[in-house]
């Protein structure tokens, strides 16, 4: 079989990993994932989160039967790009500017095997945040803990973070930041797990 590395410090990746029944290691990349925001031209967020999972990938010291997955996600609203907030003043304002309005996750995923890209994949999910009270958010803001610096909506929809939205629009593990159908395809196809 195949060995598979996750390229990520995500928990909820790993999570998902893991109910899945997928054995696997993580290896952070360390990356500077300003760097690569900062000479990103294009105006693609989806663009961006591949280039940013790719980066991810190359950079782990893989062996021959391997497989190397990075995972990203950008959030876009109103032609805008956002990172994960980093403090709890800026994700308060992150979620006062989410309010009422619909955004979507942009998830990228590549996987790279010998040092080759050899699937990407994209994943869009719009999510309508609905217009909830101040009372709520002080709620939120006091209950959330880690979640509000741990993503780039300021939410862990997995959590709390669900009373955040009216209504959405994608796969529930890609607005998680691993679109799970698509990877296990991926891992059946490349001898990781079983077909």
Known sequence: MTRLILASGSAI????????GVAF???????????IKAEWTGK???GLAVKLAEAKA????????????????ILGLDGQMYDK??????????????????????????AIRKGE???????DSHLSVRDF????????????????????GAYAFEGLGAQLFEKIEGDYYAILGLPL????????NEGVIPA
């Not at 190359?58 to 996600?73: F, I, P, R």
């Not at 907030?85 to 590549?110: F, P, Y």
């Open 13 to 20: 990746r790993r999570q998902i990993l893991e109910d899945a």
């Open 25 to 35: 290691e993580v290896q952070t990349s360390g990356i500077d994932e300003n760097a």
């Open 44 to 46: 693609n967020p989806s």
């Open 58 to 73: 190359k950079v782990v010291q893989a062996g021959e039967e391997t497989l190397v997955l990075g995972a990203d996600q």
């Open 85 to 110: 907030a980093r403090s709890k003043d800026e994700a308060r304002a992150r979620l006062q500017t989410l309010r009422g309005k619909t955004h979507i996750l942009h998830s990228g995923l590549v």
């Open 117 to 123: 890209t050899i699937w990407t994949h994209t994943e």
């Open 133 to 152: 009270s101040d009372a709520f958010l002080d709620h939120y803001m006091e209950t959330a803990g880690d979640e509000l610096t741990a993503s780039v």
């Open 181 to 188: 159908l698509p990877v296990l395809a991926l891992l059946r």
